[in-house]
């Protein structure tokens, strides 16, 4: 069973950066890579997705604070997060559309971010 790792989370005041890591525990395959995440009382949304190919795609409430990664040839990811603030804290999870036997989605255990004001 392939699992994602993610690492990175913490808490930081207003205007600070963290950077979030994703790593799968076996290599396989891997399509799409996306992080997303979830605050209290709150959806899961997705908070920007990479494709194998390098295209990206961002949720406006992030766009030109963070940047999202992936380096095809270890299969991890990375979400830079820089101008934080508030609204950004939640639990943010790593996913992956990947192959190892079949085509599915995996996800990580999810880790805390948590922006102070």
């Known amino acids: 069973q392939v699992q994602l790792v993610e690492s990175g989370g913490g808490s930081v005041q207003a205007g600070g950066s963290l950077r979030l890591s994703c790593i799968p525990s076996?290599?396989?395959?891997?399509?799409?890579m996306a992080w997303y995440r979830q605050a209290p009382g709150r959806q899961r949304e997705l908070v920007a997705s990479?494709?194998?190919?390098?295209?990206?795609v961002y949720t406006d409430a992030v766009k030109g604070r963070f940047t999202i990664d992936r380096d095809n040839a270890k299969n991890t990811m990375t979400l830079q997060m820089n101008q934080l603030k508030p609204e950004d804290t939640a639990v943010y999870y790593c996913?992956?559309?990947?192959?190892?036997?079949?085509?599915?989605?995996?996800w990580g255990q999810g880790t805390q971010v948590t922006v102070s004001s």
């Open positions: 990479i494709t194998s190919g390098g295209d990206t």
């Open positions: 996913t992956a559309h990947g192959w190892d036997g079949a085509w599915e989605d995996y």
């Open positions: 076996k290599t396989i395959a891997i399509n799409t």
